[in-house]
T-cell receptor, first 118, second 114 residues
Framework: AQTVTQSQPEMSVQEAETVTLSCTYDTSESNYYLFWYKQPPSRQMILVIRQEAYKQQNATENRFSVNFQKAAKSFSLKISDSQLGDTAMYFCAFMKHVTGAGSYQLTFGKGTKLSVIP | NAGVTQTPKFQVLKTGQSMTLQCAQDMNHNSMYWYRQDPGMGLRLIYYSASEGTTDKGEVPNGYNVSRLNKREFSLRLESAAPSQTSVYFC?????????????FGPGTRLTVT
C-alpha cells in the first residue's frame, strides 16, 4: 500500500513571498503519478499541478512548481509570488500506474494549511 | 457544462436513518468515485465505478452501498447512519483509460449524524 506524508500541518507566508510545502511518499511502484490539490474554504478540490514519475523534468504551472526527487520519494510544491487567493489547504496525492482495469484511486496526505498574510 | 454536481450540499441525520447522496457528471466520463474527508485527514476512497455497470470497494467501504445508475450518475447510500459517518463526502469522475488520470471533483456534501 502507498502512504503519503505531509509533515507541515500549517504554514504561513507573506504576500509576494515564496513558500515550499513538503511531501514524501512510500511506494514500491516504479510508475506512478503525483499531484498537488488545493482546497480553499469553499471546499472545492482544485488540481494545482501533476507530475509523471517517468519524467525527470519538474512540472511547472505559472507560479507553481514542484521539486520531484524520485530516489528520495519526495515531491515538494513551491509557490512563488504568493497571493491572498493561495490561502487554502494543500493536499499531496499519489496514484499508481495501472496497466489494465483498475481504480486509479488517489491516496492523499493529511494536508498543509497555508495562510498568506497581507 | 456543470462538471460534477452533488446533492444535497448539507444534511443532518439521526443515528439509524438512511439516505442517498447523489452525484452526476456531464463530461461523459467513464469512471466515478466516492471519497470521504474527515478533519485532519486527506480524502479516502469509499467506492468507485471504473465503468458503467461496475462498482468496487475502496479503502473504507463499510456502512455504505453504491449504485452506478447510468454513465452520468453514481449514488452513495447510507443504510443505517452512524456518528462515525459524520464527514464531508466528495464525488469525482475521470475520463478513463491509462492516459487519463486527472480526477474532477464535485463541491462536496457535509453530512452530520447525531
Amino acid at each position: 500500500a502507498q502512504t503519503v506524508t505531509q509533515s507541515q500541518p500549517e504554514m504561513s507566508v507573506q504576500e509576494a513571498e515564496t513558500v515550499t510545502l513538503s511531501c514524501t511518499y512510500d511506494t514500491s511502484e516504479s510508475n506512478y503519478y503525483l499531484f498537488w490539490y488545493k482546497q480553499p474554504p469553499s471546499r472545492q478540490m482544485i488540481l494545482v499541478i501533476r507530475q509523471e514519475a517517468y519524467k525527470q523534468q519538474n512540472a511547472t504551472e505559472n507560479r507553481f512548481s514542484v521539486n520531484f526527487q524520485k530516489a528520495a520519494k519526495s515531491f515538494s510544491l513551491k509557490i512563488s509570488d504568493s497571493q491572498l487567493g493561495d490561502t487554502a489547504m494543500y493536499f499531496c496525492a499519489f496514484m499508481k500506474h495501472v496497466t489494465g482495469a483498475g481504480s486509479y484511486q488517489l491516496t492523499f496526505g493529511k494536508g498543509t494549511k497555508l495562510s498568506v498574510i497581507p | 457544462n456543470a462538471g460534477v454536481t452533488q446533492t444535497p450540499k448539507f444534511q443532518v441525520l439521526k443515528t439509524g436513518q438512511s439516505m442517498t447522496l447523489q452525484c452526476a457528471q456531464d463530461m461523459n466520463h467513464n469512471s466515478m468515485y466516492w471519497y470521504r474527508q474527515d478533519p485532519g485527514m486527506g480524502l479516502r476512497l469509499i467506492y468507485y465505478s471504473a465503468s458503467e455497470g461496475t462498482t468496487d470497494k475502496g479503502e473504507v467501504p463499510n456502512g455504505y452501498n453504491v449504485s452506478r445508475l447510468n454513465k452520468r450518475e453514481f449514488s452513495l447510500r447510507l443504510e443505517s447512519a452512524a456518528p462515525s459517518q459524520t464527514s464531508v463526502y466528495f464525488c469525482a469522475s475521470r475520463t478513463g483509460g491509462r492516459a487519463s488520470y486527472e480526477q474532477y471533483f464535485g463541491p462536496g456534501t457535509r453530512l452530520t449524524v447525531t
